[in-house]
């Protein structure tokens, strides 16, 4: 089994900053690619960064400039760093994993239980 928990979530005002992180944890043989999608009350869950394996970063036109994705694959931990945040950006947020359970498995995706980021004043 995979368990992956989101944290780092809270109430911020806005131009604030807050720093989400992502553990995953249980039997894999490797992680590929890690990231983030957010879902706002009434909207549908959207993307919002990515990282491969190898460190290359994608992001939504929506966040470039302001979010930063990293990860450390000692701690098998994603990272979300959102810098100036605005009230748009309030919604839950879900870092999901695409991993390989075995050598010889497919590729698997396991989302977290999403943690909530509030921006107001």
């Known amino acids: 089994q995979v368990q992956v928990v989101e944290s780092g979530g809270g109430l911020v005002q806005p131009g604030g900053s807050l720093r989400l992180s992502c553990a995953a944890s249980g039997s894999m043989f490797s992680i590929d690619s890690m990231g983030w999608y957010r879902q706002a009350p009434g909207n549908t869950r959207e993307f919002v960064a990515q990282?491969?394996?190898?460190?290359?970063?994608n992001f939504a036109d929506s966040v470039k400039g302001r979010f930063t994705i990293s990860r450390d694959n000692a701690k098998n931990t994603l990272y979300l760093q959102m810098n100036s945040l605005q009230p748009e950006d309030t919604a839950v947020y879900y870092c999901?994993?695409?991993?390989?359970?075995?050598?010889?498995?497919?590729?698997?995706?396991?989302w977290g239980q999403g943690t909530q980021v509030t921006v107001s004043s």
């Open positions: 990282i491969s394996s190898g460190g290359t970063t």
């Open positions: 999901y994993i695409r991993v390989l359970r075995s050598r010889f498995s497919r590729f698997e995706l396991y």
